[in-house]
């Protein structure tokens, strides 16, 4: 069956650690992957997209990984701060230009402590 | 540029009521979804749109649900009869050329 996995258990570090999030996919092959902030009683917020041919991304203090061959996507937040507290939804997506579609993740919660 | 725009932000009714929500995308995204979203879960699709055509809509109960675009702007989302299990949030999004989706606040739905 098909299956997106994402840390089930929330997530806690200390201010100033990299807090790593995992997203593990079985049964797809996306075209890319996208990961989104998600912040209580808010819509989720775009941060990163990273296509099948690419390795590894970086924004500010963001980076993610996509490996296809083991189907799965590391995002990285380094010097993390307690503003980056919130749900992290990872989602494959899928087709192309008017029909493009997303696939997500359950989401993984994570709490930075100061 | 102004965000997704999505009204009411709450909702209380009570099962078998009607509901209807709205939604006003980023202007020029023609493609446009409807997410619902329970808590604890990642957003569900429930219909997409591509201007004023439905591109999928695979996931909607369209027993009770229906959404139109009718100019390729702004959508409609209606429940009729809602169900208890429909509480939820709905979330309207819509996606520029390179496919990153930019949601609205949502809609937080609860069907006593």
């Known amino acids: 069956s098909q299956k997106i996995e994402q840390n089930s258990e929330a997530l806690n570090i200390q201010e100033g650690k990299t807090a790593t999030l995992t997203c593990n996919y079985t049964?797809?092959?996306?075209?890319?992957l996208q990961w989104y902030r998600q912040d209580p009683g808010r819509g989720p917020v775009f941060l990163l997209l990273i296509r099948e041919n690419e390795k590894e991304k970086r924004k500010e203090r963001l980076k993610v990984t996509f490996d296809t061959t083991l189907k799965q996507s590391l995002f990285h937040i380094t010097a993390s701060q307690p503003a980056d507290s919130a749900t992290y939804l990872c989602?494959?997506?899928f087709g192309a230009g008017n029909n493009r579609k997303l696939i997500w993740g359950l989401g993984t919660s994570l709490a930075v402590n100061p | 540029e102004a965000g997704v725009a999505q009204s009411p932000r709450y909702k209380i009714i009570e099962k078998r009521q009607s509901v209807a929500f709205w939604c006003n995308p980023i202007?020029?995204?023609?493609?446009l979804y409807w997410y619902q979203q329970i808590l604890g879960q990642g957003p569900k699709l429930l219909i997409q749109?591509?201007?004023?055509?439905?591109?999928?809509d695979s996931q909607l109960p369209k027993d009770r649900f229906s959404a139109e675009r009718l100019k390729g702007v702004d959508s409609t989302l209606k429940i009729q009869p809602a169900k208890l299990e429909d509480s939820a949030v709905y979330l309207c999004a819509s996606s520029s050329l390179w496919g990153e989706q930019y949601f609205g606040p949502g809609t937080r739905l609860t069907v006593t």
């Open positions: 202007s020029g995204h023609a493609t």
């Open positions: 749109f591509q201007n004023n055509g439905v591109v999928d």
């Open positions: 989602a494959l997506g």
């Open positions: 049964n797809y092959s996306p075209a890319y």
